[in-house]
């Protein structure tokens, strides 16, 4: 079997993430990219070590390749992954899928209608820290978790690469769609139940380097479960500290804390200190940090066994961007809104 054909439209950042990353994939390599720059081929070879074709047709690159990997701004997924699927092609779509609902609605409808695979990149889940806590979870060592928080702290200001463009409403969206929504997602799966009503609040920073924002850009989104779970996801992109992707589980038999942990369920532990687990934290929001490898891997073998995507396949993902667009009208209207509305 050949391997399977990528094309990357968006040359930025994050595309060369995805190009490096899909070097250690086995299956599939990426052989075009699609950009409004004018490119090199030469030098992106050079850069990447690898050929690649360079188009400014998207139409055309799309005819060509078998996985279309989505790395434009924001605006500019729905179209594209839309086009890709209607021509029957795999699709990898940098997050969020939309910055509007109806959108996303429509990337859903296209995907459903073509029945070709795609995947989200909500990488946390691949991450060592949510591995382990996934790991902690399933073999019962905290019980049945009644509460949980997991926040998003990451001051996005001139020193970072998208600032010019995140500032823009119509480009970043919400605190929660550019960014947020990692661990709003990560927290879904954490707590492992639908969601049955969200409330949201939203505030700003009075610093100079965050007033440029066309948007609120720290929101706090309380949900309700319907196993009767709470939980709360913070997501905050004009703070001044480090990088931190905060994470407390509280269940019948234990908590974990970042990557602390107590278990009733296990003898010999005292609960007057945490007990350490061996994971490596999730403290950077620079992409050449994120867990790409092993999502890109897991979803190009789903391609090739006809089976779906774990973790991230498209479906998880919408249903996660379901709750962000709920949370997101809670504090546009100032009310409670029940996922049942979000229709």
């Known amino acids: 079997m050949s391997d399977l054909k990528v094309g990357i439209v968006g040359m930025g950042w994050v595309a060369g ?11 599939a390599d990426v052989t075009a990219v699609c950009s409004r720059r004018e490119l090199d081929e030469k030098e992106l070879e050079a850069q990447f070590g690898t050929p690649i074709k360079v188009y400014n047709d998207y ?18 997924h729905p179209e594209q992954s839309i086009a890709a699927a209607e021509a029957g092609k795999h699709v990898l779509i940098e997050k969020p899928i939309s910055i509007d609902w109806e959108s996303a609605k429509s990337v859903r409808d296209a995907i459903h209608k073509a029945e070709v695979k795609s995947c989200v990149c ?43 463009w995140n500032i823009k409403k119509d480009m970043g969206g919400s605190s929660l769609l550019t960014a947020g929504c990692h661990a709003l997602d990560a927290l879904l799966m954490c707590m492992g139940s639908e969601v049955e009503e969200v409330t949201s609040y939203e505030t700003t920073s ?31 992109v004009d703070c001044l500290q480090p990088y931190y992707f ?31 687990l061996d994971a490596p934290l999730i403290d950077s929001g620079d992409v050449n940090d994120h867990p ?43 009310r409670t809104v029940k996922i049942s509305e979000m229709v």
Request: glycine share 10%; with cysteine.
């Open 122 to 164: 909500f990488e946390v889940r691949f991450c060592g820290q949510f591995v382990m806590t996934k790991s902690v979870i399933d073999q019962g060592l905290l019980g049945d978790i009644h509460y949980g928080e997991v926040d998003y702290y990451h001051g996005i200001g001139p020193w970072y690469g998208q600032y010019a």
């Open 17 to 27: 993430a995805h190009i490096e990353t899909f070097r250690n994939v086995e299956g």
């Open 292 to 334: 790409y490898q092993p999502q890109f891997q897991e979803f190009v073998n789903s391609i090739n066994n006809g089976t779906t995507m774990p973790l991230t396949d498209f479906d998880t993902a919408f249903e996660s961007h379901r709750v962000v667009f709920a949370a997101d009208r809670s504090a546009a209207e100032g």
């Open 59 to 76: 139409a055309r690159m799309v005819a060509d390749v078998d996985i279309l990997d989505v790395c434009t701004p924001h605006p500019m």
């Open 246 to 276: 905060h994470t407390h589980l509280v269940g019948s038999e234990g908590s974990l804390l970042d990557n602390k942990f107590y278990s009733a369920k296990i003898g010999g532990i005292t609960k007057d200190k945490w007990s350490m």
């Open 206 to 236: 009075s610093s100079d380097h965050f007033t440029p924002y066309e948007y609120a850009t720290t929101s706090v989104t309380i949900l309700k479960f319907k196993n009767g779970g709470v939980g709360k996801c913070a997501s905050v």
